[in-house]
């Protein structure tokens, strides 16, 4: 994980929900940003809130945990 806070500017970044998210509990996801040096995750349900701040390597490696590729997850 990265120890520095995000820096960029939160207006330019075009955040994500899976193509998992059911539309009925939408607000119940989180979302996904690429930055210039970090992948960002958020609670959509709080999307002024805190968040999570990732190296690509660190993001890389967690998806397939919670894809459920690694017997547990998702």
């Known amino acids: 994980m ?3 806070p995000f820096a960029g500017n939160s207006s330019e970044l075009r955040w994500f929900k899976s193509s998992y998210s059911d539309s009925s509990n939408g607000s119940e996801c ?16 709080n999307t002024q809130g805190p968040r999570l701040a990732l190296t690509p390597t660190a993001w890389a490696a967690f998806v397939p945990y919670a894809g459920g590729g690694g017997g547990e997850g998702r």
């Open 30 to 45: 989180v979302e996904v940003a690429a930055a210039s040096d970090a992948v960002l995750v958020r609670d959509s349900k």
């Open 2 to 4: 990265m120890r520095k």
